[in-house]
Structures are given as structure tokens and as C-alpha cells.
T-cell receptor
Framework: AQTVTQSQPEMSVQEAETVTLSCTYD???????LFWYKQPPSRQMILVIR??????QNATENRFSVNFQKAAKSFSLKISDSQLGDTAMYFC?????????????FGTGTLLAVQP | NAGVTQTPKFQVLKTGQSMTLQCAQD?????MSWYRQDPGMGLRLIHY???????DQGEVPNGYNVSRSTTEDFPLRLLSAAPSQTSVYFC?????????????FGAGSRLTVL
């Protein structure tokens, strides 16, 4: 069975600074995908970034980037130049590849507060 | 383009009552799913469907029924609500294929069972 672990229940960062959220996962699969979702106070789930396990290059989306360490089964999210709008719950999630199903397995989340 | 629409957004039930959470998507997605979100537990999969007429159980299916008669709709039924089903429910959909299929989520439905 696959598991996703987020060991930081809460984090705080000053506006304009950089913060890294941790995520580790466990799987015996070789084909899979990893995601970070953001959930602001509005409750809407918003995709932040995704990574295909077969790609060695770390994914980036503007101020968001990941550090994907496949051997260590680690998938951390770095937010640069933090903004007040980044305040949200962040979820790391895992999906087995191959397309049989699109089941997402979520971690328990990290609540990020960006301080002015 | 409405995306994934969930109704109602809020609902209060008494123990033993039944209700249906509605989910509709207009993106012609084959895959649809229901999650529940509880404090400290992330989102957990209840049921999912890979196409009309096909449904399967997720991690926490007990107490919930689903059906998929059309591509667009995937209702979640609580036949006899229990306080343990107090939660926020999310419907999500995506294309079905071998790529990194990104799920699109609805806005969520907050259910309280007294």
C-alpha cells in the first residue's frame, strides 16, 4: 500500500522569504506521479505543481518548485518570495501511473501561514 | 465552463436521516470520485468511477452508496447518516488515461450530522 507523510503540521514564514514543505512517501511502484495541492480558507483544492516519477528534472511553476529525491522517496515543495496569498493548507499527494485509476492518496497536510 | 459543481454547499442532518450529495462535471471526464476531509487526516477516498455504469470502493466506503448512470453525474448517497459522517466532502474528476491525470475538485460540501 502507498502512504504519504507530511511531518510538519504547521509552518510560518515572513512575507518575501522562502519556505520548504516536506513530504515523504512509500511505494513499491516504479510508475507514479506526485502532486502538491493548495487549500486556501475558501476550501477550494488548487493544483500547485506535479511531478512525473520518470522525470529526473524537478518541476517548477513560477515561485513554486520541488525537490524530488526518488531514491529517498522525498518530494518537498519550495515556495520562493512568499506572498500573503500563499497562506493555505498544503497537501502532498501520490497517484499510481498507468491510467487504471486516478486515485490520489493524500498526506495529512501542512498549514502554512505567511506573516506580513 | 463550470468545472465540477457540488450541491449543497452546507447541510445539517439528524442521525438516521438520508441525503444525497450531488456532483456534476461538464468537462466530459471519464473519472469521478468522492473524498472526505477530516481534521488531521487529509482527504480520504470514499468511492470512484472510471466511467458510466462502473463504480468501485475507495479507502472509506462504509455508509455511502454511489451510482454513475451518466458521464456527467456522480451522486453520493448517505442512507442512514451517523455523527461519524460529519465531514467536508469533495467531488473530483479527471480524464482517464496513462498520463499524470490532474483531478479537478469541486468547492466542497460541509455536512454536519447531529
Amino acid at each position: 500500500a502507498q502512504t504519504v507523510t507530511q511531518s510538519q503540521p504547521e509552518m510560518s514564514v515572513q512575507e518575501a522569504e522562502t519556505v520548504t514543505l516536506s513530504c515523504t512517501y512509500d511505494t513499491s511502484e516504479s510508475n507514479y506521479y506526485l502532486f502538491w495541492y493548495k487549500q486556501p480558507p475558501s476550501r477550494q483544492m488548487i493544483l500547485v505543481i506535479r511531478q512525473e516519477a520518470y522525470k529526473q528534472q524537478n518541476a517548477t511553476e513560477n515561485r513554486f518548485s520541488v525537490n524530488f529525491q526518488k531514491a529517498a522517496k522525498s518530494f518537498s515543495l519550495k515556495i520562493s518570495d512568499s506572498q500573503l496569498g500563499d497562506t493555505a493548507m498544503y497537501f502532498c499527494a501520490f497517484m499510481i501511473g498507468g491510467g487504471a485509476t486516478n486515485k490520489l492518496i493524500f498526506g495529512t497536510g501542512t498549514l502554512l501561514a505567511v506573516q506580513p | 465552463n463550470a468545472g465540477v459543481t457540488q450541491t449543497p454547499k452546507f447541510q445539517v442532518l439528524k442521525t438516521g436521516q438520508s441525503m444525497t450529495l450531488q456532483c456534476a462535471q461538464d468537462m466530459n471526464h471519464e473519472y469521478m470520485s468522492w473524498y472526505r476531509q477530516d481534521p488531521g487526516m487529509g482527504l480520504r477516498l470514499i468511492h470512484y468511477s472510471v466511467g458510466a455504469g462502473i463504480t468501485d470502493q475507495g479507502e472509506v466506503p462504509n455508509g455511502y452508496n454511489v451510482s454513475r448512470s451518466t458521464t456527467e453525474d456522480f451522486p453520493l448517497r448517505l442512507l442512514s447518516a451517523a455523527p461519524s459522517q460529519t465531514s467536508v466532502y469533495f467531488c473530483a474528476s479527471s480524464r482517464q488515461g496513462s498520463g499524470a491525470n490532474v483531478l479537478t475538485f469541486g468547492a466542497g460540501s460541509r455536512l454536519t450530522v447531529l
